[in-house]
């Protein structure tokens, strides 16, 4: 009788624990996968590249480093583009200046109106007095009516030449800025550095590798399951709970889900599943790391139990 007491008393202060650590109690029936692998993400791994050719000339991180994506790790010597930059800058505001100037055309308009009063006053002075104006001098008065009206046409056409102009040294700017862009070396997520390959005043050529920066905030699970006993479709997109043993046998769980079911079967039988699984710290440091193995409890039929995406509903 007391051996049973205590078996019952047992067995409630797990389940009060396991509550009030917001984690889901396993159920008999759930497939209990051993000797899982703690992997880094496919996208949470990479060795972040030189864009451009030139000197490291600045150095933001070192190994053990927290960055934020957008963050600045390094940059290249850019002083040449700075100054192609502002030359374009001036560059763009001339050809501004030039697209939205209508000086030409409006003075071309004017000598047009007044070599057409000054013709016209010439062949209404020989209707009035036959040859009182020599013909020849009638027929310059019209050529210079006519001269200024092209003269405006050319005017407009020019206008248009510095409008394409215009677009020609807007491009020319945005290619300087990134030119720029490209010699500042941007974090592309949350992550840690965990190796420096190069170091600050060294020549870095296009491609090559800076540092190694992971990704820790969400982890990979992978693990075997017997084909014999569960079908994919009863375990793809299932919750899953992980637990972890971590220093002197104190043990950690956490909660994921699983993102891919191996179509696979390997030769002893089973087949891969992969879980995705939220990390979270302890004491500043991130519990679950690459190269842990664990052990992950499926839970069946969650799969549909899911949070409705009110942005989805139609």
């Known amino acids: 009788m007391i051996r049973r007491t205590l078996a019952i008393n047992a067995a409630l202060a797990t389940a009060t624990l396991v509550g009030g ?27 972040v590249p030189a864009p451009e050719a030139g000197v490291l000339v600045q150095l933001d991180v070192k190994e053990g480093s927290r960055v934020r994506a957008g963050d600045v790790l390094g940059k290249i010597y850019d002083e040449e583009i700075k100054a192609q930059l502002d030359a374009a800058k001036y560059a763009l ?22 070599a057409q009063k000054a013709y016209e006053s010439m062949v209404e002075s020989n209707q009035t007095a036959a040859k009182s104006v020599p013909e020849v001098e009638v027929r310059k008065g019209k050529l210079e009516w006519e001269a ?10 020019d ?6 102009e215009y677009g020609q040294k807007w491009a020319e700017l ?7 862009q490209r010699r500042t070396i941007l974090a592309p997520f949350d992550g840690e550095v965990v190796k420096i390959y190069r170091h600050q005043d060294e020549w870095v ?19 075997p399951v017997e084909s014999t006993d569960y079908d994919p479709h009863e375990v793809g997109d299932c919750d899953v709970t992980v637990e972890v043993e971590m220093a002197r046998g104190r043990k950690e769980q956490l909660e994921g889900r699983i993102t891919y079911v191996s179509p696979m079967i390997r030769l002893d039988g089973r087949y891969i ?15 679950l790391r690459d190269g842990m193995t664990a052990k992950m409890t499926i839970h069946p039929n969650t799969a549909e139990a899911r949070p409705l ?3 989805q509903t139609p």
């Open 273 to 287: 599943v992969r879980a995705e699984v939220p990390n979270r710290q302890d004491h500043g440091r991130w519990l």
């Open 159 to 164: 206008q248009a030449l510095a409008k394409f």
């Open 21 to 47: 650590l917001g984690l889901r109690p396993a159920a008999a029936e759930d497939p209990v996968v051993y000797g899982c692998l703690v992997k880094l993400g496919e996208d949470g791994d990479v060795k």
């Open 309 to 311: 995406n009110i942005s």
């Open 174 to 180: 945005k290619a300087a800025e990134l030119a720029l």
């Open 205 to 223: 050529s296009p491609g090559d590798a800076i540092l190694r920066l992971v990704r820790l905030d969400t982890m990979l699970v992978e693990g």
């Open 93 to 114: 505001s001339r050809a501004n200046k030039a697209a939205n100037d209508d000086i030409q055309y409006r003075y071309a308009q004017k000598s047009a109106d007044v």
């Open 148 to 157: 200024a009206i092209l003269s405006a046409e050319k005017a407009l056409f």
